[in-house]
C-alpha cells in the first residue's frame, strides 16, 4: 500500500523523460521536499514501475522516443488499477492545444519547461492533497452506507472533506491565475479581468484607467548581473508596484516579460498618474544597482498612462492600445517617468465637439496626437 502523504511530503513519485539532466534535476528537488522518487527513463519502463509498484503521483514527460507521454498516460487511464494516479505533464510545449490534449487524455495538471522550482512543488503538493481528499471522500461514502446508526456523525464529517476538496481546487485555481515568478496575477487573469471591469464602466460610465509599466534597460541588467539577479529584480519590483496600489478593486498583474499592468476602476486619469507617482517612488526606494543603465545608476521604471469612459461597442484593447502609445512617447522622451493619454474635447471642422486623446508627459513634454507636434510644459 502506498505511504499516506497527508501528514509529511513522503509521497511516492514516479519521473518519466529521456533527458538525464530533468531526472536529475526533478529528483534532487523533490528528494529535498522529502518525497519517494522513482525514474523512467521512456514510457515502457514507466508502465513497467507503475505495475510493479504503484506510485502516488507520475511526473510524465511528452516528447518522447518510441511512446510519447500523451500514449503513456492513455494507457494508465484505460487501467483500472492506475486509473486514479494523477499525471502531471511537463513539457517544453507551450500551445493552448497542447494543454488541452493533455487534458484530453487524463493528466491532472500541465507545466511547460523551463519549470520553476517552485511551481513544480505547489502543483505537486496540491495533486497529492486532491489524491488524498478524493480518497477520504471515497472511503467516507463507504462508512455512510455501511454505518446508518452514525449517519449524522458521517455526513458531517463528509461536508468537512468536500470543504477541503473545494479549498484544494480554489487553490489550484489560484496557482492558474497567478504568475508563478513574480506572485502577482498572470497575462490570463489579467485580460479576464479587464474584460469585465471594461463592461461594468460601460454600464455604470465611469472611468476606468490602466498603467503599462516598463522596467528600462532590463536586457542590460540581465546580461551584467545574470538572470538569477533578474528574477530577484522583477519579484521585488512586482511587490513594490502591489503596495503602491492599494484599493482591494486595483489589480496588479505581469503584462509580459518585464512589463506589468495595473487596471484601475473608477479612477480618472489625475488619480491614474498619483498611482503612477506612487509606483515610482516605491521602485526607487527599493535602490537596486544597475551600472549598465543610461538612465540611472538604479532601477527605473517607464509608464504609459491611459484613461477611458468605456462606450459600446468599443473594446478595452483600445485602452491597452492607448497606455501602450504613453509608454513609448515615455521612453521617447528620456524613461524614467510617464506619460498619460487623456481624452479632450475638441471642436471639429463642423463645428461638433469630439473626443481627441492627448499625450502628457510630467517634467518632459507635451504631444497633440492630432498636430503631431511637440511643445514644451
Same mark, same amino acid.
Given at each position: 500500500?502506498?505511504?499516506?502523504?497527508?501528514?509529511?511530503?513522503?509521497? $511516492?513519485?514516479?519521473?518519466?523523460?529521456?533527458?538525464?539532466?530533468?531526472?536529475?534535476?526533478?529528483?534532487?528537488?523533490?528528494?529535498?521536499?522529502?518525497?519517494?522518487?522513482?525514474? @523512467?527513463?521512456?514510457?515502457?519502463?514507466?508502465?513497467?514501475?507503475?505495475?510493479?509498484?504503484?506510485?502516488?503521483?507520475?511526473?510524465?514527460?511528452?516528447?518522447?522516443?518510441?511512446?510519447?507521454?500523451?500514449?503513456?498516460?492513455?494507457?494508465?487511464?484505460?487501467?483500472?488499477?492506475?486509473?486514479?494516479?494523477?499525471?502531471?505533464?511537463?513539457?517544453?510545449?507551450?500551445?493552448?492545444?497542447?494543454?488541452?490534449?493533455?487534458?484530453?487524455?487524463?493528466?491532472?495538471?500541465?507545466?511547460?519547461?523551463?519549470?520553476?522550482?517552485?511551481?513544480?512543488?505547489?502543483?505537486?503538493? $496540491?495533486?497529492?492533497?486532491?489524491?488524498?481528499?478524493?480518497?477520504?471522500?471515497?472511503?467516507?461514502?463507504?462508512?455512510?452506507?455501511?454505518?446508518?446508526?452514525?449517519?449524522?456523525?458521517?455526513?458531517?464529517?463528509?461536508?468537512?472533506?468536500?470543504?477541503?476538496?473545494?479549498? %484544494?481546487?480554489?487553490?489550484?485555481?489560484?496557482?492558474?491565475?497567478?504568475?508563478?515568478?513574480?506572485?502577482?496575477?498572470?497575462?490570463?487573469?489579467?485580460?479576464?479581468?479587464?474584460?469585465?471591469?471594461?463592461?461594468?464602466?460601460?454600464?455604470?460610465?465611469?472611468?476606468?484607467?490602466?498603467?503599462?509599466?516598463?522596467?528600462?534597460?532590463?536586457?542590460?541588467?540581465?546580461?551584467?548581473?545574470?538572470?538569477? @539577479?533578474?528574477?530577484?529584480?522583477?519579484?521585488?519590483?512586482?511587490? %513594490?508596484?502591489?503596495?503602491?496600489?492599494?484599493?482591494?478593486?486595483?489589480?496588479?498583474?505581469?503584462?509580459?516579460?518585464?512589463?506589468?499592468?495595473?487596471?484601475?476602476?473608477?479612477?480618472?486619469?489625475?488619480?491614474?498618474?498619483?498611482?503612477?507617482?506612487?509606483?515610482?517612488?516605491?521602485?526607487?526606494?527599493?535602490?537596486?544597482?544597475?551600472?549598465?543603465?543610461?538612465?540611472?545608476?538604479?532601477?527605473?521604471?517607464?509608464?504609459?498612462?491611459?484613461?477611458?469612459?468605456?462606450?459600446?461597442?468599443?473594446?478595452?484593447?483600445?485602452?491597452? @492600445?492607448?497606455?501602450?502609445?504613453?509608454?513609448?512617447?515615455?521612453?521617447?522622451?528620456?524613461?524614467?517617468?510617464?506619460?498619460?493619454?487623456?481624452?479632450?474635447?475638441?471642436?471639429?471642422?463642423?463645428?461638433?465637439?469630439?473626443?481627441?486623446?492627448?499625450?502628457?508627459?510630467?517634467?518632459?513634454?507635451?504631444?497633440?496626437?492630432?498636430?503631431?507636434?511637440?511643445?514644451?510644459?
Amino acid at each position: 500500500m502506498n505511504q499516506d502523504p497527508s501528514t509529511s511530503n513522503y509521497g $511516492n513519485i514516479l519521473i518519466v523523460d529521456d533527458q538525464l539532466d530533468n531526472l536529475r534535476v526533478l529528483s534532487t528537488i523533490l528528494a529535498k521536499e522529502g518525497y519517494q522518487v522513482r525514474k @523512467a527513463l521512456n514510457g515502457q519502463m514507466a508502465l513497467t514501475a507503475v505495475k510493479t509498484l504503484p506510485p502516488d503521483l507520475i511526473l510524465l514527460d511528452i516528447n518522447m522516443p518510441e511512446m510519447d507521454g500523451y500514449e503513456v498516460c492513455k494507457r494508465l487511464k484505460a487501467d483500472p488499477s492506475n486509473c486514479n494516479i494523477p499525471v502531471i505533464f511537463i513539457s517544453i510545449l507551450d500551445d493552448v492545444l497542447d494543454k488541452v490534449k493533455g487534458i484530453k487524455v487524463g493528466g491532472a495538471d500541465y507545466i511547460t519547461k523551463p519549470f520553476q522550482f517552485e511551481e513544480v512543488i505547489a502543483r505537486v503538493q $496540491n495533486q497529492l492533497t486532491i489524491q488524498r481528499l478524493q480518497r477520504e471522500l471515497r472511503e467516507t461514502n463507504q462508512k455512510l452506507s455501511e454505518q446508518n446508526a452514525l449517519l449524522l456523525l458521517e455526513i458531517e464529517k463528509r461536508l468537512q472533506v468536500e470543504s477541503a476538496l473545494q479549498a %484544494a481546487n480554489d487553490k489550484l485555481r489560484e496557482l492558474i491565475w497567478v504568475d508563478s515568478l513574480t506572485q502577482v496575477s498572470n497575462r490570463r487573469f489579467l485580460d479576464d479581468y479587464l474584460q469585465r471591469e471594461w463592461q461594468r464602466s460601460a454600464r455604470e460610465q465611469l472611468p476606468l484607467s490602466f498603467i503599462l509599466c516598463d522596467i528600462d534597460c532590463f536586457k542590460s541588467y540581465n546580461d551584467t548581473y545574470g538572470h538569477i @539577479a533578474g528574477d530577484d529584480c522583477l519579484r521585488k519590483v512586482a511587490r %513594490a508596484i502591489r503596495y503602491a496600489v492599494r484599493r482591494p478593486a486595483d489589480l496588479v498583474a505581469r503584462y509580459g516579460g518585464e512589463e506589468f499592468a495595473v487596471v484601475l476602476p473608477n479612477t480618472n486619469f489625475h488619480g491614474a498618474v498619483r498611482v503612477a507617482e506612487n509606483v515610482r517612488l516605491r521602485v526607487k526606494e527599493l535602490k537596486i544597482t544597475h551600472s549598465s543603465s543610461f538612465v540611472k545608476n538604479y532601477i527605473t521604471l517607464s509608464m504609459g498612462i491611459a484613461t477611458k469612459v468605456p462606450v459600446n461597442p468599443s473594446l478595452p484593447e483600445t485602452l491597452i @492600445a492607448a497606455s501602450d502609445k504613453a509608454l513609448y512617447q515615455a521612453k521617447l522622451q528620456g524613461r524614467n517617468g510617464y506619460c498619460a493619454c487623456v481624452p479632450v474635447a475638441r471642436k471639429n471642422c463642423s463645428g461638433n465637439l469630439s473626443i481627441a486623446g492627448e499625450i502628457k508627459c510630467w517634467n518632459k513634454h507635451y504631444i497633440s496626437e492630432e498636430e503631431g507636434s511637440l511643445n514644451q510644459e
